[in-house]
């Protein structure tokens, strides 16, 4: 139930709600060629960051619980989903497929801590 309550972050994420904005001019810092491939990921990074605090508060209510195989089950888990699916996704996307893969992963267990 508390995992529920979570979505009432989400306009809060002022950190989130900058990079969105400001994104590629903060990029621009450190050049032009940086900026130009970064902006994309860092885009999708952002966005997947909604879905990351969910799983975070999930992965705590687990540990208060004492629930600590299912918490290492999962973990492990998405770790072997992140990797596997980076192997595939970055010879056909480059970097931007890591950030694919890691969206897409985390809205996968944001729906487990959701409904579970």
């Given at each position: 139930?508390?995992?529920?309550?979570?979505?009432?972050?989400?306009?809060?994420d002022t950190s989130g709600n900058i990079m969105l904005l400001l994104g590629n001019k903060i990029l621009?810092?450190?050049?032009s060629g940086y900026a130009d491939s970064g902006t994309p990921l860092l885009y999708i990074m952002t966005i997947s960051t909604l879905f990351t605090g969910t799983i975070s508060i999930y992965f705590t209510i687990l540990r208060?619980?004492?629930k600590i195989k299912e918490l290492s089950?999962?973990?492990?888990?998405q770790a072997i989903l992140?990797?596997?699916?980076?192997v595939i996704f970055i010879p056909k996307f480059g970097?931007?497929?890591?950030?694919?893969?890691?969206?897409?992963?985390q809205?996968?267990?944001?729906?487990?801590?959701?409904?579970?």
């Open positions: 139930m508390c995992v529920r309550h979570s979505v009432y972050i989400f306009p809060t621009i810092l450190f050049g208060v619980l004492n089950i999962l973990a492990v888990f992140v990797i596997g699916a980076s970097i931007i497929g890591i950030g694919y893969v890691w969206m897409s992963t809205l996968l267990f944001f729906f487990i801590a959701w409904f579970h």
